[in-house]
């Protein structure tokens, strides 16, 4: 008799129902695992033989042989193991009725003794098997959290092989587990913890540019000498990002998921993603890692923000990386076994210093750089990456003077500025309610030709300044969408002059 048991396999995003088929016969012992399995699943006949057998179980001395179908698709990882050990155990009889095992996925890694290790990608295996109408899904207690955010299907935790023989064998009643109330994650602030606009003095232009930047998605690069209050400012910008949706919480919870970021105390991401990166980090290490391309930094960022401090010490290779996520929204990694396509729609927070001793804008300070070295550091940033930045910011040193008066002023905290942003970010998610987007900066030319409506004076006015500064039709569309974003701060249905002209004063003159 052949018995079969469910799985799931992921590769990149991408979900597949794993049909395990256990056969057990005479002949000489062997344990034969086939269908494209990794090192991983081929160890898992090592942890079974101890497993089984802790269990009060055993693996026959037989010819068993199991197959992993579809074969075309790579198996990977130690999460196969439970789903195995329920296939011998059917097939030895241990197990009487299979008809809580026709509706339900198994997923687990074996200890020796028979107890139940976590294991990754459980989020998107979770949403695959509700799509396939299985009714349950079996799960390490490690998993449970990440698991049961999924509704209308029962998830139900296992401790270790034994409990499950007796729940199969309707020994032990099983109890789902309760749905995962996404509220009750929700970061709570605590006082002092964060990082505040109130507390960086002056700096009123950038304050606002992040603003802008914050509602919703526009990539914005700020320049300043050591000191200005750059890193500063980036990191309370983490503090004014709308919260996420229910949707949008689960979609970047599954690349946590599978990059293995995700644990029992995280089983979901609450809070808008904000990924530094340091300057000495490797290209692959920034779109994806490992033979299996794991998704990283850029789509660890996806929904929001990805910074990169003292941009041009990054090598140049590293930062034309970002040039087609940048624009497509998406990254495409290639290994020899397969290609994996991840989501990257993030907003790109950039610093930098205006020379490689900083100081070149610097008022007090002298800089002691050649116009061959300004000129051969700026240059590790291409026109194509320039041309793909919103918003150009200039963070000035601060002079000793408006430390003082700073003292005596009560500056807007970074709590009154996240509100007005989630009031921008509300409306726009009303504008894109029927179509698959949800900002401004992921606007295309159909939706900027509906959305991005100007009087004829605006239109004279953006048309003049796209000929004067010398800017592109990438330049264009990318004023007119900031343009709208920022009469949605103002609460305006349209865009008027005043809006045109504050795009404007955030781009940069293409010398080129």
């Not at 397969?338 to 900083?358: I, Q, R, V």
């Not at 504008?431 to 030709?449: G, H, L, T, V």
């Amino acid at each position: 008799m052949i018995s079969f048991v469910h799985a799931i396999t992921v590769n990149g995003l991408d979900s597949t129902i794993v049909d395990i088929e256990v056969d057990i016969n005479q002949g000489l012992p062997a344990f034969t695992i086939v269908g494209l399995p990794d090192q991983w699943v081929q160890e898992s006949k090592e942890r079974l033989r101890s497993a089984l057998k802790s269990s009060w179980a055993r693996i026959p001395p037989s010819r068993i042989t199991v197959n992993l179908a579809p074969a075309n698709i790579k198996k990977s990882g130690p999460s196969f193991d439970l789903a195995i050990a329920i296939g011998i155990l059917l097939d030895q009889g241990n197990i009487e009725n299979d008809d809580i095992v026709k509706d339900s996925i198994f997923l687990g890694e074996l200890s020796l003794d028979g107890r139940l290790r976590a294991v990754s990608w459980i989020l998107p295996a979770t949403i695959w098997a509700k799509e396939k109408w299985f009714k349950r899904i079996f799960v390490p207690l490690g998993n449970t959290k990440e698991a049961s955010i999924i509704p209308d299907i029962e998830v139900i935790w296992v401790s270790n092989l034994k409990d499950l023989i007796s729940i199969l064998n309707k020994e032990t009643p099983y109890i789902a587990e309760a749905l995962l109330d996404l509220s009750s994650l929700q970061e709570e602030i605590i006082p002092g913890t964060q990082h505040d606009f109130s507390q960086v003095i002056g700096q009123k232009f950038a304050k606002r540019a992040l603003e802008i930047a914050a509602a919703w998605g526009h990539n914005i690069l700020m320049e300043g000498p050591p000191g200005s209050g750059k890193t500063m400012l980036a990191k309370s910008f983490s503090w004014i990002l709308p919260k996420l949706s229910i949707n949008e919480a689960i979609e970047i919870s599954k690349i946590y998921s599978v990059s293995w970021l995700l644990t029992e105390e995280i089983p979901i991401i609450s809070k808008r993603p904000f990924r530094s990166i340091h300057h000495t980090a490797s290209s692959t290490s920034i779109i994806g890692w490992g033979r299996n391309a794991r998704p990283w930094e850029i789509s660890l960022a996806h929904k929001w923000v990805l910074f990169l401090d003292e941009i041009l010490e990054f090598p140049k290779t590293v930062l034309e990386v970002l040039r087609q996520p940048l624009e497509d929204g998406e990254i495409t990694v290639t290994r020899v076994n397969a290609s994996y396509k991840y989501p990257a729609k993030f907003s790109l927070l950039w610093a930098m210093n205006p020379c490689p001793c900083g100081y070149l804008t610097d008022p007090d300070k002298e800089c002691i750089c050649s116009p061959n070295q300004i000129s051969t550091y700026r240059s590790r940033l291409s026109g194509p990456l320039i041309d793909r930045i919103d918003m150009f910011i200039e963070v000035p040193k601060v002079p000793t003077k408006d430390f003082k008066a700073s003292a005596k002023q009560d500056a807007e905290n970074s709590e009154v500025i996240a509100l007005r942003v989630q009031q921008a970010r509300d409306i726009q998610a009303q504008r894109f309610q029927d179509i698959s987007m949800s900002s401004n900066a992921e606007m295309n030319p159909k939706e900027i030709k509906k959305y991005c409506v100007l009087d004829t004076e605006s239109e004279w006015v953006l048309a003049s300044a796209v000929q004067t500064m010398n800017l592109s039709a990438r330049s264009y569309y990318r004023i007119l969408k900031l343009a709208r974003t920022i009469a949605d701060l103002e609460k305006s249905t349209t865009i008027e002059l005043s809006h045109i002209l504050e795009s404007l004063s955030y781009r940069k003159k293409d010398e080129s």
